[in-house]
């Protein structure tokens, strides 16, 4: 994100040829905001506290060292990339 902020070249060209999905860990959405200035591809956006209200029961300790809830959350998180960039290619490969 801060090479999208600072204007880099390639980070410009990266996110505006290439689908993004944005995780954005805050309701600001500064990673969707930043794809979008930068006029990136964004595919799809996951928003981690929206994550959170859907599983009520995880109380991740922190955001440097997870604990076990954290790390739960954190594969959560993982599948819906996984899934979505799924998704994403197959898109592609039919088109």
């Known amino acids: 994100m801060a090479l999208l902020t600072m204007g880099d070249d390639d980070a410009l060209k990266l996110v505006r040829e290439t689908p993004c999905i944005a995780i954005d860990g805050c309701p600001s959405q500064c990673s969707k905001k930043n794809i979008e200035a930068s006029m990136g591809k964004l595919a799809h956006n996951i928003i981690v506290t929206d994550v959170l209200r859907k599983n009520r029961s995880l109380k991740p300790e922190g955001v440097i060292e997870l ?15 996984s899934e979505k960039v799924d998704e994403i290619l197959h898109e592609e490969k039919c088109e």
Not at 68 to 73: A, I, P, R, S, Y
Request: proline share 0%.
């Open 67 to 81: 604990n076990d809830q954290g790390d739960k959350l954190a594969e959560i998180i993982a599948g819906m990339v």
